[in-house]
């Protein structure tokens, strides 16, 4: 199908955001994205980093139509954010930072609120309520006003009322923020059932384990430019590699003896790191497998003991360090650009 019409949706083929060379300049000349070019398939659980001030919020008040491109193209569920600004509203979902539920309202009657405020038609309402309730887990709590409920409880809520109209694309944007560690780990359940029903989710977040524990794939802003996209684990191989700890017996002074026979060693590539931590030091390279029994010679070759010795995986916070720490034009020259993903 194909047509100019607001609510035509140009193809079923569409991605759910394909978004070319978006630039967005505040009116007091802040580039809080600068030139951004990425694509995100229907269905994909997909996460959105960077550190404060990198151009998040930015980009999603773009993708919901709440901010105009300054240039560049954008496109949600195949509709054109500037062009077709209602059609792009009617099929995305938006759970903001702030919990927007109406405490005095009991979680039916903010869901019916929420189903008016959307246009459901009103013999959908009854189901469309019930089936969220029990997909929020709060079947048993619906006709209790939300001011009785903890805080993960109206986080649950809130994601319920942003998705009243079953939409194709919904935005969590730190969702999870200030929740207690049980709270946030019901919350996951339900964003993955959300996902597993079909949903396309763009979540935004601050947590690591959650972009971790969530996404299919992950892009990573920086000053407004995207610096990495891949799975979690490409991530963590690419930018991390692994982390190889060598326990030594003696005191500080021969741990940091230790760390320099490490920097000498020859087949640490210019790429790894050495650092000194309590009692050990911790080598980060792409070849831990080669780089440890070449490292243990020469330790043992130089008069060190060596008391214990293990391989772990980068994390994504390790990810995240390696990003602080490098120019964005150092990675964007190991990385593969965003736009191969689409
Ligand atoms: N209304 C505004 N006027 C001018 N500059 C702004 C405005 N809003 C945001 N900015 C700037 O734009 C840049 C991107 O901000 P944005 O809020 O998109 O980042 P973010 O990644 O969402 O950060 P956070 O995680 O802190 O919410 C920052 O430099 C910010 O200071």
Known sequence: MTGTNDTDRPTDEAPAIDVEDLTFRY?????????????????????????????????IKILATLLEPTTGTVRVNGYDATEQRTAVRGSIGYMAQAVSVDEELTARENLRFACEAYGVPSEHRDDRIDELLALADLADVADRPAEQFSGGMKKRLDAATALVHDPELVFLDEPTTGLDPKARNRLWDYFRRINDQGTTVFLTTQYLEEADSLCDRLSVIKDG????DGSPESLKRRVGGQVLRVDLAGDES??????????????????????CGSGSVRVT??????????????????????????????????????????????????????????
């Open 254 to 275: 021969s741990v940091t003896a230790a760390a320099d026979v490490a920097r000498d060693c020859d087949v640490l590539d210019a790429d790894s790191t050495v650092e």
């Open 225 to 228: 430019e995207l610096v990495e």
């Open 285 to 342: 390279t792409q070849r831990a497998n080669e780089v440890g029994t070449e490292l243990l010679v020469e330790l043992r070759d130089a008069g060190h003991t060596v008391t214990g010795f293990d391989i772990e995986e980068a994390t994504l916070d390790d990810v995240f360090l390696a990003i602080a720490d490098e120019d964005v034009a150092d990675l964007d020259a190991d990385a593969e650009p965003a736009e191969a993903s689409r």
């Open 27 to 59: 009116a007091d000349g802040t580039t809080a994205v600068d030139d951004i070019t990425f694509s995100i398939p229907e269905g994909e659980f997909f996460g959105f980093l960077g550190p404060n001030g990198a151009g998040k919020t930015t980009t």
